[in-house]
């Protein structure tokens, strides 16, 4: 026979699948525009992260199952599964967030992605310690894994092809999907047999919903911290050697030479679903954001569908600099530079603090550029 659900179970292992997506999703976004440690932090964060979506819908699944007898979990098969679900995934969103999402790459990335959902099932099924006999449909296995590797695509789709501001949350929603899909079709497809020797079980220590509770909680607070590390810290000095710069008026931060080549250029940034532009005029910094940029004006942040290299080369390299792979800024907003170490950061002259960091091998050059400023003014 094959086994029966607890509804309630089941909503919960959805919900544990969207939340860890959408924590690994907005992490591997970001791997194309970080750079040394930062770059490393994100490839290792994302892994994480989905696969502990992977791995506690699993679970949580598995404990949603109203099975005949009382079932323990081996803990080395259970770690494996886990282990095995961080290297496959790791390897599908470095390949996929590592350049511009081509279909050859989405394809790979889908197939990895998908052998990471379908690897972390059957594992965590061999990790079942009971009298209990399962067999597996090969036609079932074989609609699970399908289902596991297209809408891995679909989902790696809409996370890194397109560009629409709500597209992370349908990515995310889509993953959710396909991890859920995968296990509870492989499940319809296992049929459960008890051995004939087996008593009758005696009950857990643990209810399954009360494990499946802790196990969720504990994933929840494991994506919330990640989730923390994504915030910004502008507010924050940077303790180490600071040098200032003359203080600049609002205006003067945000308006380019009138004779500057980027002059009447105008990028389409979008906010609310609304597509609109913003006059270069007002930029201040660009930030990459995976395949798409942020920009920021001195009080708001917008989304632009362009590139930071297709940003770039609409900028006047006299007023704008990209001081770091992912970051360009206006240099006469530039109100001072932090050093600690070998990392440096700089804060903008504007209503909002912003904060930018800046690359080791740009440090020097912005240095001199800032101080022949100091003299000039």
């Avoid at 047999?193 to 008593?199: N, S, T």
């Avoid at 303790?239 to 205006?251: N, R, S, Y």
């Avoid at 913003?278 to 590139?307: I, K, M, N």
């Avoid at 909002?352 to 020097?364: D, E, H, I, L, N």
Wanted: proline letters at 5%; aromatic letters at 8%; glycine letters at 8%.
């Amino acid at each position: 026979m094959s086994p029966s659900h607890e509804p309630w179970l089941v909503a919960l292992s959805l919900l544990m699948a969207f939340q860890g997506s959408y924590v690994g999703l907005n992490f591997a976004r970001g791997i194309e525009g970080a750079g040394g440690t930062r770059r490393r932090q994100r490839i290792t964060m994302a892994s994480l992260s989905l696969a502990l979506a992977i791995w506690t819908m699993h679970f949580v699944g598995m404990l949603a199952a109203r099975l005949p007898v009382a079932v323990d979990f081996l803990v080395l098969p259970t770690l494996v599964s886990f282990l095995v679900c961080v290297l496959v995934v790791g390897f599908a969103v470095f390949f996929v967030g590592s350049g511009r999402p081509s279909r050859g790459r989405l394809v790979l990335a889908s197939l990895f992605m998908g052998a990471g959902i379908v690897s972390m099932h059957y594992l965590g099924m061999s990790a079942l310690h009971t009298g209990l006999h399962m067999v597996h449909q090969p036609t079932m296995v074989a609609a699970s894994a399908v289902i596991g590797i297209a809408a891995s695509g679909a989902a790696l789709w809409f996370g890194f092809g397109a560009r629409a501001p709500g597209s992370l949350m349908l990515a995310a929603a889509i993953l959710a999907a396909a991890i859920s899909a995968m296990h509870y079709t492989a499940m319809a497809g296992t049929e459960v047999h008890v051995h004939a020797a087996v008593r009758a079980a005696t009950q857990p220590a643990l209810s399954h919903g009360l494990l499946a509770v802790v196990v969720s909680v504990v994933a929840f607070l494991v994506s919330g911290l990640f989730l923390l590390t994504l915030v910004p810290d502008r507010g924050d000095a940077t303790p180490g050697e600071v040098v200032d710069f003359p203080p600049l008026a609002q205006a003067e931060a945000v308006q380019p030479p009138p004779a500057a080549p980027s002059a009447n250029v105008r990028l389409p940034i979008e906010k609310d679903g609304i597509s609109r532009t913003l006059d270069v005029a007002r930029l201040v910094a660009v930030q990459a954001q995976g395949h798409y940029t942020q920009l920021f004006d001195g009080e708001h942040s917008w989304f632009c569908p362009l590139t930071i290299s297709e940003v770039e080369a609409q900028l006047d390299p006299a007023v704008f600099a990209r001081i770091h792979r992912s970051h360009i800024v206006r240099l006469l907003a530039i109100a001072s530079l932090h050093k600690a170490g070998d990392a440096a950061t700089v804060v903008l002259a504007t209503k909002v603090a912003y904060r930018v960091p800046v690359a080791r091998s740009r440090k020097g050059w912005l240095k001199d550029r800032l101080r022949t400023r100091s003299v000039a003014a």
